[in-house]
């Protein structure tokens, strides 16, 4: 096995001590981490061979110690639609799926932040599979880039052979993979800090999205200091049907949650926090749901997606009817929240909203 160390996923200054190792004039060595940068970044180079503005010497003894690798797939599938679902095996040969979503005028790519779950929501195929561990910020930035590579979108980045379409480019990044965001904190920030770099990856706060069950106290601190976007899994109206669907309420339940969100968390502009609701028959579907959520949420800049219930084998649940989903979009539309209706994607090869899961072993369950 490999013994070099791996620089993907390190943050500027980690990789700047690093490189002190080999230039130790200050300059030069913040040049050498520029240059490091824009190989890896915007050019998804995987070999300091062809690192050809770094000087030779140093590029030997850069390779002796380090690589820059990213998880392997696995297995890859394909759905109908076009969603692309990834299994990659880590180096501890653990495994955890992402999401690439092609649409029309957007292209998301769904990442995990844990292998399994600790949280258990009962509607979630992840929450069924014991937490192994958290990932590192370079696993995370690992299935980025991996899937940057086999896409072939590093030309595409930079724009070669024309203008790219939304279904040729990634333009967001969702943290609603497998795992919650917010229990693996900093590593999830030193990833949100690369993604968002400028002279890299480059995405826009704007578009990226931290999903959470609801870690009260992490909110406002990712908010504030990655400056992202917050979706919350809120899924129920009443603390009793909520208990149940996404456990974590018992610790922090809905008047906490919205509490904080109102008091603590600062919107910018025009900014709006995504609450996400899954529609189950005869669970939270009702007319009286539908009148409590618009209530808890008044005076909250909220958006609501509505997400069609996506069926796994054992699954206690059932979707709710299209009528009733209708029924109860209008009655919040009425109240002026804008609540898409989600369209399922990648159903048929379980790549859907809560149907990613991949075989673990239970190690710790803290919180
Ligand atoms: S919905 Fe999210 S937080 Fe809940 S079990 Fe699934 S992955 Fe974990």
């Keep these: 096995m490999s013994q070099e160390s791996n620089i993907l996923g390190l943050s500027r200054d980690d990789l700047l001590s690093l490189i002190m190792g080999f230039e130790t004039e200050p300059k030069r060595a913040s040049m050498r981490v520029n240059q490091l940068w824009s190989w890896i970044y915007c050019h998804g180079i995987s070999s300091f061979d062809k690192m050809t503005n770094i000087d030779k010497n140093l590029r030997t003894e ?62 979630c195929y992840t929450g069924t599979q014991k937490l192994v561990r958290n990932l590192t910020s370079q696993e995370i930035i690992g299935q980025v880039i991996a899937v940057y590579d086999d896409l072939d979108l590093w030309k595409k980045m930079k724009n070669e052979g024309g203008q790219s379409s939304f279904f040729e480019i990634i333009t967001n990044i969702v943290f609603m993979g497998m795992g919650e965001p917010l229990l693996n904190y900093e590593e999830v920030k030193k990833a949100c800090n690369i993604l968002m770099d400028n002279r890299g990856l480059d995405f826009s706060r704007r578009r990226i999205t931290l999903s959470t069950a609801g870690i009260v106290p992490k909110i406002k601190t ?52 995504t609450f996400e609701y899954v529609m189950l028959d005869r669970v939270n579907d009702t007319t009286e749901d539908a009148h409590r959520l618009v209530k808890l949420l008044q005076g909250l800049p909220s958006k609501i997606n509505l997400i069609p219930f996506n069926s796994w084998t054992g699954s206690q649940y059932k979707r709710s009817s299209p009528d009733r989903i209708k029924a109860f979009r209008d009655i919040i539309i009425k109240s002026r929240l804008p609540s898409p209706i989600r369209r399922p994607r990648g159903e048929d090869i379980m790549a859907a909203c809560g149907q990613l899961k991949s075989s673990s072993i239970k190690e710790k369950a803290s919180i």
């Design 62 to 123: 850069l390779k002796k110690v380090f690589k820059i690798s990213r998880p392997n797939i696995e297995k890859k599938e394909v759905s109908n639609d076009g969603t692309t679902k990834y299994l990659f095996c880590l180096e501890d040969q653990s495994k955890i799926e992402t999401v690439f979503i092609p649409e029309e005028k957007r292209s998301t790519l769904c990442i995990s932040s844990q292998v399994g779950c600790t949280l258990n929501c009962s509607f």
């Design 222 to 273: 990712a908010h504030e200091e990655i400056g992202c976007m917050i979706a919350v899994s809120l899924h129920a109206t009443e603390n009793k049907t909520r208990d149940i669907l996404v456990p974590i309420n018992k610790k922090w339940n809905l008047e906490q949650l919205l509490s904080s969100l109102r008091n603590d968390v600062e919107l910018r502009n025009s900014e709006r926090v």
